[in-house]
């Protein structure tokens, strides 16, 4: 049977994994909070209104292209598309190219981060092949202005994070949605993975500091790993509502 990815590559290792999932959706609710094209966001009210819904739905769609079949892949990544395209039809205006890219930047970029952060440092053909995965997932959504190689997608994802970012009223609205959502003390925790994987302009943007008391954390955290806990820490973590999802994090079948 033919796979979208490889199954021995390390793309499955690390969407196969509930916490570097989590890490990811960290990094990326807070680029998304600063994205200028974050109107499209709140046109839909997805993620302004169901932060944690939206993760656990964007998630379902990766899982589906990162462990399926390539013809299930293949109808996932479509099905992205056609969703992207009828909210287009519907407000009358086209999301802007470099806004795509934006959102195939963050999930190579804190793929990378994640996995190195939870894991180890990666070499550089294991980027590549973070990168050539998202690269195809683009090319099939006939998206413009890709870059072609690993090389060019980090100086692309540099300029683009000096370009498309700014701190607005939707950065402070969605912060607030983030706060109430997840309550005091998990808001305080998703602050503190940002800090930790976020790049400098983001941290910079959100005004927050250079320190992360998750630098502290981490290492009991990673021994929780060892003996089986951090599932069970994750369940005290995220709201219980959604403890079925957060089971489904850990995909066994690699």
């Known amino acids: 049977m033919e796979y979208f990815v490889d199954e021995d590559s390390i793309v499955r290792e690390i969407w196969g994994k509930g916490d570097t999932i989590l890490f990811i959706f960290a990094g990326a609710s807070a680029e998304f909070a600063l994205n200028k094209a974050v109107d499209w966001l709140y046109y839909t009210g997805r993620l302004p209104n169901d932060p944690l819904g939206r993760l656990f739905s964007t998630v379902s769609y990766a899982r589906k292209i990162v462990f399926s079949e390539k013809d299930a892949a293949l109808d996932a990544i479509d099905s992205i598309a056609a969703i992207h395209s009828a909210v287009e039809s519907k407000r009358g205006k086209t999301i802007p190219d470099w806004a795509y890219r934006d959102v195939l930047f963050m999930l190579i ?140 994090l850990d995909q066994t079948g690699k």
């Open 109 to 248: 970029d804190y793929s990378i981060r994640s996995y190195e952060l939870l894991e180890h440092e990666l070499n550089l053909a294991e980027k590549q092949e973070i990168f050539h995965v998202f690269f195809r997932v683009g090319k099939r959504m006939q998206l413009q202005g890709l870059p072609q190689d690993f090389e060019a997608f980090q100086k692309m994802r540099r300029s683009h994070l000096e370009q498309n970012l700014e701190a607005g009223d939707y950065t402070r609205d969605l912060y607030r949605r983030y706060r109430k959502h997840l309550g005091p003390l998990r808001y305080r925790i998703l602050l503190e993975t940002q800090i930790h994987i976020t790049p400098k302009k983001v941290r910079k943007l959100l005004s927050l500091r250079k320190f992360s008391l998750l630098t502290l954390l981490l290492p009991p955290y990673q021994l929780s790993r060892r003996i089986k806990l951090d599932r069970l820490l994750r369940s005290m973590i995220l709201p219980a509502a959604y403890r079925e999802e957060i089971n489904s």
